[in-house]
């Protein structure tokens, strides 16, 4: 059976309708599917109530022990558990997962170079327990995964939830064929950032040179891009990039652009 | 394989130290268990910086929105996802659950008679998901429950631990032989609540009444007992009530009162 490995940002949790709105189409996609949250500016409201300011270093949000309490309490408990108990409403029998559970995602704490990220980790790919993620589907569960990871000796790290909808995707690979959808607030890859009907139905790793090389496409999409062609390449089928207001379109290929 | 249930309360939850000192016994406990740990003081002191105050109606706290969201936050979150991060780095392979993963525990919301309660839920006993347990425990999996169930309309709902730990106890008594243990303050059932070494080795049904009617046993030791032989009734193979810090005498049956 194919898997579904879906990812929404932090502009989605943090809007209510939208997310009840996506949860509905989601309970309704076929097959095995997982899904990865974002963060979302609700962290950030919490933290400034509990006096917990955003720590930037050269424009990076810095990971401090604090931060890392605020991410696990707002991410791990309200949004993730509140997504579960939701999806339970609607028939999808979803199991929220950091990366301790189960050993689920291991990563380093990432090294000091230029910057100290603090709690942060990078994902040690090769030691993520995608046998235990494979039973739980088999067992007819969804995992509903949240960016946290841990570095297995005691302590958890924050993630970026595209990397984590990456890594599962990649890791289970092997085992079914894995599409990976990325949901965000456009409609897909457009040729005018100006125009959102301009969305580029296919890409190829060509076409994203030249286009890139134009000046077609620039800022925030080329590292998207660049990480969909990666994880073409370690063996998953397909990646989409498309709005989450449109999953079910996303998913018949009527809407969204398809890396292949 | 025998399964052992064991709880521990609030106060080893809000001791760093004692917690530590806990996770390390309950590492090295053999054969099937299951954690299912309180709230804690750190709820209530977070609550305070987030302008949530406690409320009250006739001595009995109210789980109001505000509430409910919190205990989200420090229960599923900060304190489940740090336990189960230690755990893992003491190789004990956790994972963190509310009654919503995986629907492990349906409830419904308490019907509101002299006292609305708010977001509580009664555990819906015949709904619980033993076989998703069970296949957790089979994959060498620990699950570590936190006070929190679900009502199945996508809300979350805040449920005593002690109330988890008996149900889970009694869910799991058709498939194995289960042992259900509480850890707490005291040493044991006391014959002389002043004298920390008057505990009783075993007691039955006859022996707490015998004991209740001369007042030996009294105030919170009367519903913990009431409960435990419940929970016998209902098929679980023993109960013992013991000092957290002494996990591996209770288990050899050497400190803690057992009820049988």
Do not use: W
Request: overall charge negative; hydrophobic content about 45%; some cysteine.
């Amino acid at each position: 059976m194919e898997l579904k490995v879906i990812k929404i940002g932090g502009n989605i949790v943090d809007d209510k309708d939208a997310l009840s709105s996506f949860l509905g189409a989601f309970a309704k996609v076929e097959g095995y599917k997982i899904l990865v949250h974002g963060g979302g500016k609700v962290a950030t409201e919490i933290g400034k109530k509990l006096g917990i300011e955003p720590n930037y270093v050269n424009g990076r949000r810095i990971t401090d022990a604090p931060t890392l309490d605020l991410v696990t309490m707002v991410y791990a408990g309200l949004i993730n558990k509140n997504i579960v108990a939701e999806l339970q409403s609607i028939a999808c029998n979803a199991i929220g997962l950091t990366g301790a559970d189960g050993s689920v995602m291991p990563a380093v704490k990432r090294p000091v170079k230029d910057i100290d990220y603090g709690f942060v980790g990078d994902v040690t790919s090769d030691k993520i327990n995608s046998r235990l993620v494979k039973a739980l589907l088999e067992q007819g569960l969804t995992p509903v995964f949240t960016p946290l990871t841990h570095d297995g000796k005691g302590s958890l790290l924050n993630t970026n939830a595209d990397t984590i909808a990456q890594e599962i995707a990649k890791a289970m690979a092997p085992y079914m064929p894995v599409e990976l959808i990325y949901c965000f607030e456009k409609n897909g890859v457009l040729l005018d950032a100006e125009d959102d009907t301009s969305v580029i139905n296919s890409i190829t790793a060509a076409d994203f040179n030249e286009l890139k090389e134009a000046g077609a496409i620039t800022g925030g999409m080329i590292p998207k891009l660049e990480n969909a062609f990666a994880a073409i390449d370690a063996g998953v089928a397909t990646v989409i990039i498309g709005h989450a207001s449109e999953l079910a379109t996303i998913i018949s290929g009527d809407s969204g652009t398809s890396i292949r």
